[in-house]
């Protein structure tokens, strides 16, 4: 697992939250159920994307996955025979990560580094088929730096997938008030509706960036049933959206 840390677009308190509950990555009881739980949606909906991009699953595609954490979804779409990088800025996180792929045996196509996107992306300029940023959006002090970062690193004609939360009445009730204190879905302080995003707000971040949008769906739950699911009709509190970039014959064009 490599190193590198230079950024100035980060606030360590976020980081905090998540390093100090390193050890409860893969516990699926855990501080991070809730992860796991939608975790399927999630990579379900990302394959789709895929799929519709390339005319193929996410099998043999080269993927980012920006914020990766302890490696769920990092580890879920090397299982679906991608080669993933994962990186985020908890090198907690990532140990967690880097222990679990080598348990599962997933390291040759699973492999992690403690590096700020922003200097990968001068490294690696369109290296990636596809860029996933999940839940990440929404702690950084400028997200549509990310977003720009994230366009640098994909090859044209790449998906580009992220997912935050939006800001109104009803996704500070569920996100936070609901989320945090009522179910503790999340531990509570996780987030700081301030800098939550509108859908409006992060396509225009995505546009400015080179972006096309391809797709938008809301994730939802049902505090009785414990069932999660998405919807495209309704983004009010948690979604996901998906981008992508244009080929570089219609560049050339």
Known sequence: MQTTTQNVNVDYDEIGKFTTLANEWWDRNGAFKSLHDIN?????????????????????KSIL????????????????????????????????????ADKTGMSETLSFRCVAIEELAKEQSETYDVVTCMEMLEHVPDPSAIIEACFKLLKPGGVFVTSTINRNPKSYLFAIV??????????KGTHDYNKFIT???LDQMAIRAGFERQDMTGLHYNPITKHFWLSNRNVD?????????????????
């Open 40 to 60: 399927p949606l999630r990579l379900n909906w990302i394959e789709d994307r895929v799929h519709e991009r390339y005319g193929s699953p996410l099998m043999g």
């Open 65 to 100: 996955d920006v914020g990766c954490g302890g490696g769920i979804l990092s580890h879920s779409m090397a299982v679906r025979g991608a080669n993933v990088l994962g990186v985020d800025l908890g090198n907690e996180n990532l140990q967690a990560a880097g222990i679990h």
């Open 178 to 187: 609901g989320a945090e204190y009522v179910l503790r879905l999340v531990d």
């Open 199 to 201: 859908p409006a707000e």
């Open 237 to 253: 509190v948690n979604y996901m959206m998906s981008f992508t970039k244009a080929a570089a014959d219609k560049v050339a064009q």
